[in-house]
């Protein structure tokens, strides 16, 4: 897995060490702090320690630099002049986060006037002064054109580590969307006009590399599987699917067969998600192949490599944010309201996602594959009840690419058992709301869920990738 740095430096003013006896290791401990609380997200801290010149500056930036952060945390933690913060931002242009995390809520203002001395006084206002220099740092980023947010808190301060927590997790899935290799098998759903995609526009914005992948190649791998590979297969289906007594033994053997293909397709050209959508003739192998191919995407799907069916690129994409942040990323569409309950009913044939599955996934058989060629196995799932986040990815018709997405509620409730994806999402806006409110912002009828509400992660990655957030509700 793609190992993800960050930089984190603080910046002080070298006057005050000789003036302030002890401030400095006390500054010192406060970033100490810091760079352990940002090692437990799981990203690799580059830690340049304290900045309270310009030459200090430049040898920050330069080991950055070297070691390819893919942001900076700055922290303030003094007063300290801008001339020690450009050189590190403007050299590296990557998001600088600003931390403004004073070491208390409050100062104990008893206490500090006690002191008496003034000397002792002054060293102790300049451990509190992290609010100082916030405006100058942010003018000059401002008048020299760079990205830098900012989180305004103290060390201890649970919201403002939750923040902090967001920009790891949006950083993080930038990172690792630019190291992610994005197959493309077959072809769209002729005449599914919202799906068609520009992957241009898509490598631009997240700079995933697009392969194109032939549905001959999967055939050819599919012909060199063996018996103990399908029977291994089938032992997997068992352990990770409730696996219906309805399905037939030769379309359990077939769909194993195609599920082997798609796992060696997918480790040799290093796929990282997949969207796919073919038919063939009627009667020959490639029809036979992708009526088959719901239960083996489905437990890649589980297996970080999510997949979106009826080509979808743009879904796919919005299913692998969601899979990076391990809050799952289904396939799926909004098909019918219950008025009644003020619900919209959310499904699809598959792929689904486990992880964010009401219980085991179910493998049925389906007689007939709506609107598509073939018959065979689905799978059928709810998402569990609580919190849960709809993301779109939506290339606009004035050439923007945004993020489209809504927090709602995943709540109980009856569903059809036809071999979908099928569950009752409320919203605090009333169903009907929801539903004009997202389709007239123009995404394709596809979106990905995902458990607990993201937006406020979603729309820091947003600022990463320089694209907008719409956000419904």
């Known amino acids: 897995m793609l190992q993800c740095r960050i930089g984190l430096f603080g910046i002080g003013l070298d006057t005050y060490w000789g003036q302030f006896e002890g401030l400095l290791d006390r500054l010192k401990g406060y970033q100490k702090i810091i760079a352990g609380k940002l090692g437990k997200t799981g990203l690799e801290v580059i830690d340049a320690g304290m900045v309270d010149n310009p030459d200090k500056a430049r040898e920050a930036a330069a080991l950055f630099s070297e070691k390819k952060v893919e942001a900076i945390f700055l922290y303030i933690s003094t007063y300290a002049l801008s001339h020690t913060v450009l050189p590190v931002a403007q050299n590296l242009k990557v998001p600088v986060i600003v931390l403004n995390l004073q070491p208390v809520p409050a100062i104990d203002y008893d206490s500090f006037n006690a002191l008496g001395d003034r000397g002792k006084m002054t060293g102790e206002w300049l451990a509190h002064c992290q609010a100082c220099c916030v405006p100058e740092i942010a003018n000059v980023f401002n008048n020299a054109d760079l990205k830098y947010d900012i989180v305004t808190g103290w060390l201890r301060d649970e919201e403002a580590w939750k923040d902090i927590d967001e920009w790891c997790t949006a950083i993080q899935t930038r990172a690792r969307l630019r190291d992610t290799r994005i197959g493309i098998l077959g072809h769209y759903y002729c005449g599914m006009l919202d799906v068609y995609t520009d992957v241009t526009r898509l490598a631009a914005v997240f700079g995933s590399h697009f392969e194109l992948l032939e549905i001959d190649e999967l055939k050819a791998l599919r012909d060199g599987i063996n018996v103990q590979q399908i029977k291994e ?100 569409e909004f098909y019918a309201m219950d008025f009644n309950d003020d619900v919209v009913l959310w499904g699809h044939d598959g792929p689904a996602h486990a992880a ?73 806006i009333g169903a009907k709301e929801f539903v004009n409110r997202w389709s007239k912002a123009g995404p394709a009828h596809h979106s990905a869920i995902g458990v607990g509400h993201l937006a406020d992660k979603l729309e820091k990655l947003g600022k990463l990738l320089g694209i907008p957030v719409m956000r419904i509700c």
């Not at 073919?278 to 192998?285: H, L, P, R, T």
């Not at 986040?389 to 709602?408: K, N």
Request: glycine share 10%.
């Open 233 to 332: 297969k089938r032992q997997q289906f068992e352990k990770e699917f409730a696996v219906s007594s309805e399905c037939e033994e030769a379309e359990l053997d077939r769909a194993a067969l195609t599920s082997c293909a798609l796992d060696v397709l997918v480790d040799k050209k290093r796929i990282g998600a997949m969207a796919y959508y073919y038919e063939g003739w009627a009667g020959n192998d490639h029809e036979n192949i992708v009526s088959s191919v719901i239960a083996g995407n489905t437990l890649l799907t589980a297996h970080e490599v999510p997949v979106a069916g009826e080509c979808e690129v743009k879904n796919v994409v919005a299913m692998k944010i969601m899979d990076i942040m391990g809050v799952g990323g289904s396939f799926s």
């Open 356 to 428: 964010i599955a009401e219980g085991k996934v179910a493998l049925v058989p389906l007689p007939v594959y709506h609107g598509k060629p073939g018959k065979g196995l689905s799978i059928q799932m709810s998402v569990k009840n609580g919190p849960v986040t709809l993301l779109a990815v939506v290339q606009g018709s004035d050439g923007s690419t945004f993020f489209l997405c809504a927090e709602g509620q995943s709540v109980p409730g009856p569903v059809l058992q036809i071999g979908n994806t099928n569950s009752r999402y409320r919203f605090d």
